[in-house]
C-alpha cells in the first residue's frame, strides 16, 4: 500500500514538473515540449563576422536603441531548418530569446552582431529582447 503512495506522488510530481516547463515562457503557438536545458548562443561582432549569410537565408536586420526595438512584433514566415540570420545594431549588449525547442537565448553585444539559428519544427515561434520584454518577431516555420 505504501508502494503505492510513493509512486501516486512520485506521478504527482512528475505532472507537476511537466506543467511547470510546458507553461514557461508562455504559449507561442509552436509545439511545446518540456526540455532539460535552454540553449545558449552569442553573436558575433559584426566586425569579426567574416562569412556572408547562406543565399537561401532569411536576413532579419534588429535595431534596439533604449527601450525601442524595430522590427515589432513583426511575422515572418520561414522554412523548417533555413536558415534564419539576425543582424542586430543595439545601444546596450543584451539577450534576444526565441520561444523553441529547445529554447534559444542569444546573448548580443553593444554595436553591430550576428546570429544565425534555424527551426526544425513548425510552428509560430516567438522572438524578443527579453530585458525589455519586447516581441521583435514571430517565425512562422512551414
Excluded: N, W
Excluded at 526540455?35 to 549569410?53: G, K, V, Y
Amino acid at each position: 500500500m505504501e508502494s503505492r503512495s510513493r509512486r501516486a506522488q512520485a506521478a504527482a510530481a512528475l505532472l507537476t514538473v511537466l506543467i511547470v516547463l510546458l507553461a514557461g515562457c508562455g504559449g507561442s503557438g509552436g509545439t511545446a515540449k518540456p526540455t532539460s536545458a535552454d540553449e545558449s548562443l552569442s553573436a558575433t561582432p559584426a566586425a569579426q563576422a567574416t562569412a556572408t549569410p547562406p543565399a537561401d537565408a532569411k536576413v532579419i536586420a534588429v535595431t534596439v536603441k533604449g527601450d525601442t526595438v524595430s522590427p515589432s512584433g513583426t511575422r515572418v514566415s520561414v522554412k523548417r531548418d533555413q536558415p534564419v540570420v539576425f543582424q542586430i545594431d543595439a545601444d546596450t549588449d543584451g539577450e534576444l530569446h526565441v520561444h523553441s525547442t529547445p529554447a534559444k537565448a542569444i546573448e548580443y553585444p553593444a554595436g553591430k552582431s550576428v546570429v544565425q539559428i534555424s527551426i526544425d519544427q513548425p510552428g509560430v515561434i516567438e522572438v524578443e529582447i527579453e530585458q525589455l520584454g519586447k516581441q521583435v518577431v514571430q517565425l512562422e516555420v512551414k
